[in-house]
């Protein structure tokens, strides 16, 4: 099956999704959106009230905001793909619980193989935690480093500086510097290796259980 082909197969199946009890609560899936052939995919946390209603990912403020990140690096959504861990919004945008992270987890995987992303770049914990179970975003948020041979950078998701303005510098450094990282890291491993290469930067390969974790 065609990558352009895939994606809309997920979205049809998200979109009648009866995996988890998300589905009794939700107005309308959100699987995601983006060019079949992006260079870079964004995996942030799950759908918020806005994105309920359009069946968008990131349509809010932090959509907003992200918009505004990717300006700052001369860059469109519209040229990215954006996605997030869970597909329907939890109810009162509550953390994720780890049967609906593992519900949709499938999906994600499905996504993650048919774009092929250059880089998946993860917008906070819930999204860093699906490759790197163990890190903490304080120590290693801007950093890039292969996960299963992919290129993985994790980063604050953008609701994080709006709720703590402190960390909108953090947030904004780390974009900055994301084409670099990018292109520092094209000598290594290529798309096409992904599924074989091994984790490096010591990170654990094993599968976990999700686990409950704060957005920040």
């Not at 895939?6 to 009648?16: D, G, H, N, P, T």
């Not at 990140?69 to 861990?85: D, P, Q, T, W």
């Amino acid at each position: 099956m065609k990558p352009d082909e895939e994606l809309k197969q997920v979205a049809q199946e998200v979109s009648v999704c009866t995996r988890c009890n998300l589905h009794y609560s939700r107005k309308n899936a959100v699987p995601g959106e983006g060019p079949a052939n992006a260079e870079i995919l964004f995996i942030g946390e799950g759908p918020g009230f806005h994105e309920n209603e359009q069946g968008r990912p990131f349509v809010g403020a932090a959509g907003k905001y992200l918009d505004d990140l990717l300006a700052k690096i001369n860059m469109k959504r519209s040229e990215v793909f954006i996605a997030n861990v869970v597909k329907c919004r939890p109810p009162g945008n509550r953390d994720p619980q780890p049967d609906e992270l593992a519900a949709c987890s499938e999906y994600l995987e499905r996504q993650i193989q048919a774009i092929n992303p250059r880089a998946i770049v993860t917008l906070g914990r819930f999204s860093m935690a699906h490759f790197l179970p163990n890190a903490k975003i304080s120590e290693i948020h801007g950093q890039a480093m292969r996960v299963k041979g992919r290129l993985i950078i994790a980063m604050y998701h953008p609701a994080a500086g709006l709720h703590q303005r402190s960390l909108m510098s953090a947030i904004e450094e780390d974009f900055m510097r994301l084409p670099e990282l990018i292109a520092s890291h094209a000598s290594q491993p290529d798309r096409q290796a992904a599924e074989s290469a091994d984790t490096t930067n010591n990170v654990r390969e094993e599968k976990k259980e999700p686990k409950q974790l704060s957005l920040f």
